[in-house]
């Protein structure tokens, strides 16, 4: 950023832009403010169904490198105004904005932004208002001043959302008690110092969502390979360079395999071939698999799968998780240190197989 007294706007995520405003499409996507300001407020648009969503703020003083204050909060239905962050002094801050809650639990948009009195309109066909302290400068996501040396895609289920995390094995789910931010790929992100995009949904699969025990399923409504194949088409991996694709799935089709052979054959093909998919249609260097923290019966069969892509040329390796501790969060999902531990092994893994890049 310019020294200069401008308020700059930068965007990470998936995203798009209605009449709503600029929408944050995926668990972990948001938006930056970078500049001089005293007061931060937000016009958001929200529309929730049974559960709210959420979104956390998080503030960083120039020169400072770590998160000084950080809250989060609910979104309300409709269009209403947040106070974001208030300070006794002016002075150049990093303030982040991110959806801490995954797309199926409610849409959040961001209609304005309102720094000491300026304006920045994000709706489409929204004109941007004249300000009074310095122009708003739009940053592009892929300039090289912006832009992390690499890039990380999460594919994932609800560990990848950080669902429960926030919550203990006696709580009922409720969206207060998910949280990226104590999730495993933003943890990893942050230490490795890499941008991010996520696609995941809680209860997803390769063949089949979650099935609870004594239903027969297959439950096949927006399945991965569906959802990628949507945000494909949507141009949502255009302009982008991947260094990884780390990819954590199989435990809710376990939910239906259940152990037997033909319903594990089935998964193993469509789940090889989804990467493929996904390695050919998008600029990836290599695709990590990872496995094994909430249950291990796939172990076996993701491990082949993987060394079967490796085989044919395709630059794929699996990760076991080893030991990932108590599953103390909502409905026995990984808590903050379980999802520490992952990020921690997932790092190792990186830095010694990717030394070059990260």
């Given at each position: 950023?310019?020294?200069?007294?401008?308020?700059?706007?930068?965007?990470?995520?998936?995203?798009?832009?209605?009449?709503?405003?600029?929408?944050?499409?995926?668990?972990?996507?948001?938006?930056?403010?970078?500049?001089?300001?005293?007061?931060?407020?937000?016009?958001?648009?929200?529309?929730?169904?049974?559960?709210?969503?959420?979104?956390?703020?998080?503030?960083?003083?120039?020169?400072?490198?770590?998160v000084?204050?950080?809250?989060?909060?609910?979104?309300?239905?409709?269009?209403?105004?947040?106070?974001?962050?208030?300070?006794?002094?002016?002075?150049?801050?990093?303030?982040?904005?991110?959806?801490?809650?995954?797309e199926?639990?409610?849409?959040?948009?961001?209609?304005?932004?309102?720094?000491?009195?300026?304006?920045?309109?994000?709706?489409?066909g929204?004109?941007?208002?004249?300000?009074?302290?310095?122009?708003?400068?739009?940053?592009?996501?892929?300039s090289?001043?912006?832009?992390?040396?690499?890039r990380?895609?999460?594919?994932?289920?609800?560990?990848?959302?950080?669902?429960?995390?926030?919550?203990?094995?006696?709580?009922?789910?409720?969206?207060?008690?998910?949280?990226?931010?104590?999730?495993?790929?933003?943890?990893?992100?942050?230490?490795?110092?890499?941008?991010?995009?996520?696609?995941?949904?809680?209860?997803?699969?390769?063949?089949?969502?979650?099935?609870?025990?004594?239903?027969?399923g297959?439950?096949?409504?927006?399945?991965?390979?569906?959802?990628?194949?949507?945000?494909?088409?949507?141009?949502?991996?255009?302009?982008?360079?991947?260094?990884?694709?780390?990819?954590?799935?199989?435990?809710?089709?376990?939910?239906?395999?259940?152990?037997?052979?033909?319903?594990?054959?089935?998964?193993?093909?469509?789940?090889?071939?989804f990467?493929?998919?996904?390695?050919e249609?998008i600029?990836?260097a290599?695709?990590?698999?990872?496995?094994?923290?909430?249950?291990?019966?796939?172990?076996?069969?993701?491990e082949?799968?993987?060394?079967?892509?490796?085989?044919?040329?395709?630059?794929?390796?699996?990760?076991?998780?080893e030991?990932?501790?108590?599953?103390?969060?909502?409905?026995?999902?990984?808590?903050?240190?379980?999802?520490?531990?992952?990020?921690?092994?997932?790092?190792?893994?990186?830095?010694?197989?990717?030394?070059?890049s990260?």
């Amino acid at each position: 950023m310019s020294q200069n007294t401008g308020k700059e706007v930068f965007i990470n995520g998936f995203h798009h832009t209605g009449t709503e405003g600029l929408f944050l499409d995926q668990s972990g996507s948001y938006m930056e403010f970078r500049g001089l300001c005293k007061e931060l407020k937000a016009e958001i648009y929200g529309a929730s169904g049974e559960y709210p969503a959420f979104l956390a703020v998080a503030v960083k003083e120039e020169g400072d490198s770590t998160v000084k204050w950080r809250r989060s909060f609910e979104i309300q239905n409709g269009i209403h105004e947040y106070d974001l962050y208030h300070a006794e002094t002016e002075g150049r801050r990093t303030v982040r904005i991110l959806k801490i809650t995954e797309e199926q639990y409610g849409n959040v948009a961001v209609r304005k932004l309102m720094a000491d009195g300026s304006e920045r309109f994000f709706s489409a066909g929204e004109p941007i208002q004249d300000v009074q302290n310095g122009a708003w400068v739009e940053s592009n996501p892929n300039s090289a001043r912006d832009r992390k040396r690499n890039r990380i895609l999460f594919l994932g289920d609800s560990m990848t959302c950080g669902y429960g995390v926030d919550g203990t094995i006696r709580d009922v789910f409720t969206t207060a008690s998910e949280n990226f931010m104590k999730a495993y790929p933003y943890l990893l992100a942050q230490k490795l110092d890499a941008d991010y995009d996520t696609l995941c949904s809680s209860g997803d699969g390769i063949i089949s969502r979650y099935v609870d025990e004594g239903e027969e399923g297959p439950l096949t409504e927006d399945l991965m390979p569906a959802l990628f194949d949507r945000a494909l088409r949507q141009g949502n991996f255009d302009h982008k360079e991947y260094s990884m694709v780390i990819c954590n799935l199989g435990t809710n089709d376990a939910s239906y395999i259940r152990g037997i052979p033909e319903r594990e054959n089935k998964f193993a093909k469509a789940y090889r071939d989804f990467l493929q998919t996904v390695y050919e249609s998008i600029h990836a260097a290599r695709i990590v698999v990872v496995y094994g923290i909430m249950e291990k019966s796939l172990t076996e069969c993701i491990e082949k799968l993987v060394s079967e892509l490796r085989e044919s040329g395709i630059p794929a390796d699996f990760v076991k998780i080893e030991n990932p501790g108590e599953l103390n969060g909502v409905c026995f999902h990984p808590g903050e240190a379980a999802h520490k531990t992952v990020s921690e092994q997932i790092y190792e893994y990186v830095k010694e197989v990717s030394e070059e890049s990260f």
